[in-house]
């Protein structure tokens, strides 16, 4: 299967296998439609077990980017909460699954100021509110 993300719309599935011609079906399955103005999904990550994900909108976070967590309810992508460590936005994502709780990593979308922040994630409490650790300016 292949993810893209689309500015204003989201992160979509382009078919179940890999697309071999230009008409190839892609659906919405992870709407970034929260907040003011239009969003920007930069990055994302679907765990391997496609049991959540997450995506990085580039808007400051006044305008709602920042990282946006989604589970996987079985029939549609729920969306659980958002949050960030800056006023700007996330561009990146990295994601270490090999220790629980997993480790994600991400820069903020500054052009002139970009920051890394890491947090450890539970699979278990996905709505719990998270806490960004500042790495590195």
Known sequence: VLYASIPNLGIIQIGNTLPTDLTTFSS??????VGSGNSNPIDFYISKSKNYALVADARKESSGGGIYVYTNT???????????GDSDGAAHIF???????????????SFTDNAIYTFSMDTNALAAPITPIFIQR
């Open 28 to 33: 919405l399955i992870v709407t970034t439609a």
């Open 74 to 84: 079985g029939n549609a992508w729920a969306f659980l909460q958002r949050f960030t």
């Open 95 to 109: 994601v270490d699954e090999s220790k629980y709780p997993f480790k994600v990593y991400y820069t903020t979308s």
